[in-house]
């Protein structure tokens, strides 16, 4: 069992930054792919990044390259998502979630095993 515990949100102007956290409860986390998904109001979860095992391989959705980047320490076994130039439309829960045999472009919910509670982000105009 893997607890995830997101962190970081909250609300800023456009063009703002964010730099959300989620640490793991886990003495397996460089065993675990990583990604973070996000769900606005009214709308889907959608993919917005994953990393890799060793956090060398990154993937990203379209609507936050360039702009978002997320990261992994595993020694403290947490991971991050730097996120840059922020817009009214990235406003969302932003999740973190965790796969043991996921790949490290794993952008489908189901492909996840374990999810965090959510961390709010807003945007302002």
């Known amino acids: 069992q893997v607890q995830l515990v997101e962190s970081g949100g909250g609300l800023v102007q456009a063009g703002g930054s964010l730099r959300l956290s989620c640490a793991a409860s886990t003495d397996s986390f460089s065993g675990y792919a990583f990604g973070w998904f996000r769900q606005a109001p009214g709308k889907e979860r959608e993919f917005a990044a994953t990393?890799?095992?060793?956090?060398?391989?990154?993937y990203y959705a379209d609507s936050v390259k360039g702009r978002f980047t997320i990261s992994r320490d595993n020694a403290k076994k947490t991971v991050y998502l730097q996120m840059n130039s922020l817009k009214p439309e990235d406003t969302a829960v932003y999740y973190c979630a965790a796969t043991k045999d996921g790949g490290w472009a794993a952008s489908q919910s189901y492909e996840y095993d374990y999810w965090g509670q959510g961390t709010q982000v807003t945007v302002s105009s």
């Open positions: 990393i890799s095992r060793s956090g060398a391989v990154t």
